[in-house]
């Protein structure tokens, strides 16, 4: 399977979970740490039960970069936090164009740190992804400076999970990086508010705080699996990260169908089309 249409898959089940991570913020009554870390706990258990179809566990960790898993599990553990602490004070417009700016930090990273070369028709078609992302989240915009300023920091946290998860990629097997990304991000969290979630647990009511992570974890697996295998695949892996920041189009469009918010649809249609020549010219 082609890397781009791996990180296509990747793209609309990011979509997916971001809608569901909405519907998870307003029906779990807990801390968003116990949210997070439930998240990321359901995602793991799911990783484990489907590892032998992904070539088994394989821990040898002789050739693996350390600072890559704590990179992994500190950008996707304390993104979680910060994501949801975001969108419980936000628009899913307000969100959504603070979020875009994961495409900005995505770029820089990866031309700092993974040697990213960009061509004119590469950055023209950055430029048209930006555009795209633009299109779809301006509006009527409610400033909650503490929430934009907190989904802006879970983009940074992110970006830094996708690029550190680029190079994992290539030095652990796909239920290794799984387990890692999952059971870390969980474990990190847990260490921050280890009270509070045990405390949400007692009190609240199961089937709704168990169930409802566990099936937003769901679309969560295929967002990671999906681009794992885009990482290995793509000759140049940050391009992958690049392309990974159109699902933000994708989950307004969702969004439109699912939550009801039905603004703008011609723009969105025609943002879609943006992300399409985009990507032709980002990819080579």
Known sequence: MSWLLLTFLSVVSRAVYGVLTKVLSDKVKASVYTQAALLSF???????????????????????????????????????????????????????????????????????????????????????????????????????????????????????FQLSSAVLAQQVGAAVYLLIAYFGAAFVVFLIKWRVIIKDLKIGERRTTLGIPLITAIP?????????????EAPEPAKVAMLLTSQVVLTVFLSYFLLQEKDHFLRKVGASVLVVVSVILIKD
């Open 42 to 160: 359901a995602g793991g258990l799911i990783s484990l039960l489907v590892s032998p179809l992904l070539g088994g566990l394989d821990f040898n960790f002789s050739e693996v970069s350390i600072t890559a898993v704590l990179l992994v599990m500190l950008g996707q553990g304390l993104g979680n936090i910060a994501y949801f602490q975001a969108i419980k004070s936000l628009t899913n417009g307000t969100a959504q164009i603070a979020f875009s700016s994961i495409l900005v930090f995505n770029t820089l990273l990866a031309l700092v740190f993974l040697d990213l070369r960009l061509s004119f028709i590469n950055l023209f078609g950055l430029i048209l992804l930006m555009l795209a992302i633009l299109s779809v989240t301006t509006g009527k915009v409610e400033l909650n400076k503490r929430g934009v300023a907190l989904m802006v920091l879970a983009a940074f946290l992110f970006s830094v």
């Open 220 to 232: 969560s697996l295929g967002n990671f699996l999906f681009a794992y295998y885009a990482y290995r």
